[in-house]
C-alpha cells in the first residue's frame, strides 16, 4: 500500500505543477462520468417512479374486445349473454367481467354535465386510497345497487369541499348514492390514461340495468395454473362460437406495464452508452497528453534509470498519473451526475409519474469510478510501457 501511495502522491505532485494542462486532460472524464452518471440515475429514477405509479393501479387482468379494425365492428357487440356464456364456459378463468364505460348526464342540484362513467367490480385489486367512505361490496353487486364511487376532480366538481359521502347525484335520471371518494390520483401523464379524474364508477351490474348501456369487452383473471394466453383462447373460443365471423383482439394489462418497464431501462442504457463515449474519448485525450509528457520527461526518465530506478518504476509512475487524472476526473464527473440526476429526477419524476422514487446511487457511483479507473489503466499503459522501454543512454542524449 505504502508503494502504490507513494507513486499516488508523486503523480499528484506531478499533475498540481502542470495544473492547466492536467484540468484540460480532465474536462473529458468529466464530462462524460457526469453523463453516464445522470442519465442511468434518471433512466433508473424514471422506472422506479412510473413502476410505483402503475403498481398503485394493481394487476387489471385480461381484456378481450371486438376488434376495432374489423370491417365488421358495427355487426359485433358482445352482450350481458355473452357475458354469462364465456362466464359458464371459461374453465381457464378465475373471474370474468363485462366492462363498460361510457359518457352519461350526471347531475347534482343545478350542477349537470356529461361525465365519464365506468363499470367496477368488488374484485379489488389496485391500491387506490379512499378519501371517503369505501369500495364495491359483493353486497352491491349482486343488488345491484345503485351507488357510485366518485374520483376526486369530479367530487371536488360536483360538491367542493364538502363531503360527498351519504349524498346523491343522479345519472340518466336515476338517484344514485355516493359511497366513496377516491382520493386525488397523482400519476402525472398518466392522469389521462388510467386515472381520469373527472369520471365516477358505478356496479356492472347496476351499469347493465342502464338506458342504452352497452358492454365494451370482457375482463378477465386466468385461473391458477393456467396462463394468461391459455384464459384469453379459452375465452375468445366461446365468443368465436356465438359469433362466428366476428374477430376479436386482446391485451394483457401488467404484460404491457412490464414491456412499458423495459422500454424505459433499455432506452435508459442505450443512451448512458452514447454518453459512454465521451469517457472513451477522454481517455484517448489522456493517453495523448500521456505521450506527450514522456517525450517532454525523456532525461527524468533517463536521470532515474542512471542512478538505479527499474523499467517496472518507471512504468507505475507514468501509469500513476494516468489513472490520477482519470480518478479526480471521475471523481469531480461523479459530484456533477449526481447533483444533475438529482436535481432532474425532482422534477421528472413527478411530471411524467406524480411520484419521486429512490436512486440506488452506491451501484451507480461505484460504476462511475469503477469505469474511470478501467480507462486510466487502459489509456494509461501505452505510454507507460514505451516510458518503461527508454534506453537510459538515450534519454540523456535527448534535448
Known amino acids: 500500500m505504502k508503494f502504490f501511495g507513494e507513486y499516488f502522491l508523486a503523480a499528484l505532485n506531478t499533475l498540481w505543477a502542470n495544473r492547466a494542462r492536467s484540468v484540460l486532460t480532465m474536462i473529458g472524464i468529466v464530462i462524460g462520468t457526469a453523463a453516464v452518471i445522470s442519465i442511468f440515475a434518471l433512466g433508473q429514477s424514471a422506472k422506479s417512479s412510473i413502476g410505483q405509479t402503475l403498481g398503485v393501479f394493481g394487476d387489471q387482468g385480461l381484456f378481450l374486445f371486438p376488434d376495432q ?3 365488421r365492428v358495427n355487426a359485433v357487440q358482445v352482450t350481458w349473454s355473452d357475458y354469462q356464456n364465456v362466464l359458464a364456459a371459461c374453465t381457464r378463468c378465475a373471474k370474468v367481467f363485462p366492462v363498460y364505460d361510457n359518457y352519461y348526464s350526471v347531475r347534482n342540484g343545478h350542477s349537470k354535465d356529461v361525465y365519464e362513467l365506468a363499470s367496477d367490480t368488488d374484485y ?5 386510497v379512499m378519501a371517503e367512505g ?3 361490496n359483493s353486497d352491491d353487486v349482486d343488488g345491484a345497487r345503485a351507488v357510485c364511487n366518485l374520483y376526486w376532480g369530479l367530487k371536488q366538481k360536483l360538491f367542493g369541499n364538502a363531503p360527498a359521502l351519504g349524498k346523491y347525484v343522479r345519472i340518466a335520471g336515476r338517484r344514485f348514492l355516493v359511497v366513496g371518494v377516491y382520493a386525488n390520483i397523482s400519476a402525472g401523464v398518466f392522469n389521462s390514461v388510467i386515472g381520469g379524474s373527472d369520471a ?9 340495468r342502464l338506458p342504452d348501456s352497452q358492454i365494451q369487452g370482457l375482463q378477465l383473471y386466468a385461473a391458477p395454473g393456467s396462463t394468461s394466453a ?3 383462447d379459452d375465452a375468445e373460443a366461446v ?3 356465438l359469433h362466428p365471423n366476428a374477430t376479436f383482439q386482446s391485451f394483457d394489462s401488467s404484460q404491457q406495464g412490464a414491456t412499458f418497464l423495459q422500454v424505459i431501462a433499455f432506452v435508459a442504457i442505450g443512451i448512458s452508452a452514447i454518453g459512454a463515449i465521451a469517457l472513451v474519448v477522454g481517455g484517448i485525450g489522456v493517453m495523448n497528453i500521456m ?4 517525450m517532454e520527461r525523456t532525461r527524468e526518465i533517463g536521470i532515474r534509470k542512471a542512478i538505479g530506478a527499474s523499467r517496472g518504476d518507471i512504468l507505475w509512475q507514468f501509469l500513476t498519473e494516468a489513472v490520477a487524472i482519470t480518478l479526480i476526473g471521475g471523481g469531480i464527473g461523479t459530484i456533477v451526475g449526481v447533483a444533475a440526476a438529482a436535481a432532474g429526477s425532482s422534477v421528472l419524476d413527478v411530471t411524467f409519474a406524480g411520484v419521486s422514487a429512490g436512486i440506488s446511487w452506491l451501484p451507480i457511483i461505484a460504476l462511475a469510478l469503477g469505469s474511470s479507473l478501467a480507462i486510466g489503466l487502459f489509456f494509461g499503459t501505452w505510454p507507460a510501457v514505451r516510458a518503461s522501454k527508454l534506453e537510459p543512454i538515450e534519454c540523456l542524449r535527448h534535448e
Not at 379489488?124 to 387506490?128: A, S
Not at 505521450?291 to 514522456?294: A, K, M, P, R
Request: glycine share 0%; charged share 25%; hydrophobic share 35%.
Open 200 to 208: 365516477l364508477n358505478i356496479p356492472y351490474t347496476t351499469y347493465h
Open 239 to 241: 365468443l368465436k362460437r
Open 291 to 294: 505521450l506527450v509528457s514522456v
Open 69 to 71: 379494425s374489423s370491417r
Open 124 to 128: 379489488v385489486t389496485d391500491k387506490l
Open 134 to 136: 369505501r369500495r364495491f
Open 230 to 232: 391459455q384464459a384469453i
